[in-house]
């Protein structure tokens, strides 16, 4: 059986969507559009976005991540899992990798792994933010060499 790996960079404004071989594949606005009765998920990313101001009162956006914290589980599972049948459509093994602030709590932590378990992942990484930009770089994270990355954000 086959494993399908993903990497999500879940961001305060934005969200992406990284294959291997294929690197980003998807650079999405990190936004949600659900129903406020029952919290039906009705549209994220792009789609969600374009719709902000253009839905009755029933539907709410929400932003499932916020400074790293999981705010919205429900929802930040239900939008994983469209990404996954998105970019993975039927795949059975999913291993997830999930870029954090290396500042984020033990709970926050759970949290997270939680939802993208959730989604359909069937292992998931988290790996703090500074490697996995080095890596993403290019550079050997193993080596002893020194290196510098500055992240000034998406927003």
Same mark, same amino acid.
């Given at each position: ?9 879940? $961001? ?8 291997? +071989?294929?690197?980003? #594949? =998807? ?7 659900? +129903?406020?009765?029952?919290?039906? /998920? ?5 789609? @969600?976005?374009?719709?902000?101001? +253009? ?12 400074? $790293? #914290? ?8 239900? &939008? ?7 970019? /993975?459509?039927?795949?059975?093994? !999913?291993?997830?990798? !999930?870029? %954090? ?9 759970? @949290?997270?792994?939680?939802? #993208? /378990?959730?989604?359909?992942?069937? =292992?998931?990484?988290?790996?703090? &933010?500074?490697? &996995? &930009?080095?890596?993403? @770089?290019? =550079?050997? %994270? ?7 990355? #500055?992240? %000034?954000?998406?927003?």
């Amino acid at each position: 059986m086959a494993v399908w790996d993903i990497g999500f960079d879940i $961001g305060g404004d934005q969200l992406r969507v990284c294959l291997p +071989r294929h690197g980003v #594949v =998807e650079r999405a606005p990190n936004i949600a559009i659900v +129903r406020k009765v029952d919290g039906l /998920l009705l549209a994220v990313g792009e789609d @969600a976005h374009g719709m902000l101001g +253009r839905t009755s009162a029933i539907f709410e956006p929400l932003r499932p991540v916020t400074g $790293g #914290v999981v705010q919205h589980p429900k929802v930040l599972t239900a &939008m994983l899992a469209a990404y996954l049948a998105q970019h /993975l459509p039927g795949a059975r093994q !999913i291993r997830a990798l !999930i870029a %954090i602030s290396p500042l984020l709590r033990p709970a926050d932590k759970s @949290a997270l792994t939680g939802a #993208v /378990l959730a989604a359909g992942a069937t =292992e998931v990484s988290l790996i703090p &933010m500074p490697p &996995m &930009m080095l890596s993403g @770089a290019g =550079e050997d %994270i193993a080596s002893a060499r020194t290196a510098l990355v #500055v992240d %000034i954000g998406a927003g």
